[in-house]
């Protein structure tokens, strides 16, 4: 089964620190894109980042940036310089086949707490 | 502007009612997704669709149903038979699914409640 995991539940940061969301995943693809969503208490879902499995170099986003590691499946979320507005539920993505079809399926999802 | 509307943004649903969910959108994307959130957990994928009159079961389509008469809507309908229907529904859309899944664009999400 092509799964995505998140497996810390719940982090926090104290404000202007840096944070990493860690996230795994199971491919067989070799071309493929993973995303970063985040979900503030307004439930909006917003993306934050995406990575091209075939690009070496890691994606930036002003203070948002990721560590692909291809080989190990392994697509990590650093948020740098934290601010209180960066408290979110956090989701990494990833595309999953069903028969000809794909669709993003979700990990469980991070809550980041940010400390003033 | 373009993007993804969803109404109403709160539904209460007596028991043994069917009640349809509301997802439009004017980005011009082929794809469109419901998915289902239970508090403090992720997504999970209800129906998609790839494109008009088309449409495919996720990982929990027990209970409900769905239509894609035109490119810019897909209606969730959620039935009597979905024994546990109050949730927090998403709607979203993307450019595809051949070749790949672009980034998904969301609705602003409607809360089920059934009362």
């Known amino acids: 089964a092509q799964t995505v995991t998140q497996s810390q539940p719940e982090m926090s940061v104290q404000e202007a620190e840096t944070v990493t969301l860690s996230c795994t995943y199971d491919?067989?693809?070799?071309?493929?894109?993973l995303f970063w969503y985040k979900q503030p208490p307004s439930r909006q879902m917003i993306l934050v980042i995406r990575?091209?499995?075939?690009?070496?170099q890691n994606a930036t986003e002003n203070r948002f940036s990721v560590n692909f590691q291809k080989a190990a499946k392994s697509f990590s979320l650093k948020i740098s310089d934290s601010q209180l507005g960066d408290a979110a539920m956090y989701f990494c993505?990833?595309?999953?086949?069903?028969?000809?079809?794909?669709?993003?399926?979700f990990g469980s999802g991070t809550q980041l707490t940010v400390l003033p | 502007d373009g993007g993804i509307t969803q109404s109403p943004k709160y539904l209460f649903r007596k028991e043994g009612q069917n009640v349809t969910l509301s997802c439009e959108q004017n980005?011009?994307?082929?794809?469109m997704y419901w998915y289902r959130q239970d508090p403090g957990q992720g997504l999970r994928l209800i129906y998609y669709?790839?494109?008009?009159?088309?449409?495919q079961k996720g990982d929990i389509a027990e209970g409900y149903s769905v239509s894609r008469e035109k490119k810019e809507s897909f209606p969730l309908t959620v039935t009597s038979a979905q024994k546990n229907p109050t949730a927090f529904y998403l709607c979203?859309?993307?450019?595809?699914?051949?070749?790949?899944?672009?980034?998904?664009?969301f609705g602003q999400g409607t809360r089920l409640t059934v009362v």
């Open positions: 993505a990833y595309p999953t086949s069903s028969g000809s079809a794909r669709q993003l399926t």
């Open positions: 491919t067989s693809e070799s071309d493929y894109y």
């Open positions: 669709s790839q494109i008009v009159n088309d449409f």
């Open positions: 979203a859309s993307s450019k595809g699914t051949w070749e790949g899944v672009s980034e998904a664009f």
């Open positions: 990575q091209e499995a075939y690009k070496q």
């Open positions: 980005l011009n994307h082929d794809a």
